[in-house]
């Protein structure tokens, strides 16, 4: 893993923002991207660059389960508004939180992942270690898959939400499989309440415990974190 330390979150993106750059320069033609607080400063970089995605693909990550693609708590709204809005992508696809039928779901999202292999995916990292939505415990083997949220999830992205009863108890979450097929993947975890999850990932054994500790069986990570994400390596 290369790890780089920045002051802030705002450096962080302009870190981030370099790391698409020189993706792009390379020919990337599929971005996996993913929501949450944590990307939203490199996709503010995005968008004032000059990079143009009108003929990229992205993948999203995951989606809450129930929630349609207009409500603003979805992760196809966050997209739309923190990136697609402004730069466009020739296909952009994200799960549907509307298909009730799981099995179909994970099926047609895997054959997408299939069909469009990830040159560079984007992660945050969850306080408990998860990413996507791989909660502790996630078979590292399996695809794209229906997720009950831990209580420690739901609390977390309470804050988005009126309530933490609004919050979706499920979500359909890309496989650590799926991402680990990424060629190039790159996390951005920022703040002291992720330290603990930071030094488990980098420093700690290769668990199903913490989800994002098989990134370090992936041969081209790079992690940007913030000081405070840093304090305990
Ligand atoms: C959610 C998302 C993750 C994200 C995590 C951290 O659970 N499914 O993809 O990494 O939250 O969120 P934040 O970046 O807001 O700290």
Do not use: C
């Not at 390379?26 to 990079?51: C, Q, R």
């Not at 309470?158 to 890309?174: G, H, I, L, Q, T």
């Not at 496989?175 to 190039?184: Q, R, V």
């Not at 081209?220 to 994400?229: G, K, N």
């Amino acid at each position: 893993m290369n790890v780089i330390v920045v002051k802030d979150r705002e450096q962080g993106g302009q870190k981030g923002f370099q790391v698409f750059q020189t993706a792009y320069q390379n020919g990337a033609k599929v971005f996996g991207l993913a929501t949450g607080s944590t990307p939203v400063t490199t996709y503010e970089a995005l968008t004032k660059s000059d990079l143009d995605f009108s003929q990229m693909t992205s993948v999203n990550l995951d989606e809450y389960v129930g929630l349609a693609p207009d409500h603003p708590q979805s992760y196809h709204y966050f997209m739309q508004k923190h990136l697609f809005d402004q730069k466009p992508f020739a296909q952009s696809f994200v799960p549907d939180g509307l298909n009730d039928d799981a099995e179909a779901e994970m099926a047609r999202y895997d054959q997408i992942i299939a069909d469009n292999p990830i040159d560079l995916q984007i992660l945050g990292l969850g306080q408990n270690g998860h990413i996507g939505f791989n909660e502790p415990g996630t078979d590292p083997a399996v695809g794209t898959h229906k997720v009950k949220l831990t209580e420690s999830t739901i609390k977390a992205n309470a804050r988005f939400f009126d309530n933490e009863d609004e919050v979706p108890r499920y979500a359909y979450s890309m496989g650590i499989a799926s991402i680990m097929t990424s060629k190039h993947i790159l996390l951005e975890a920022y703040g002291a309440e992720k330290a603990a999850a930071v030094k488990a990932m980098i420093e700690g054994p290769v668990t199903t415990d913490v989800p994002a500790s098989f990134l370090q069986n992936h041969e081209q990570v790079t992690v940007i974190i913030d000081e405070a994400a840093a304090s305990q390596l």
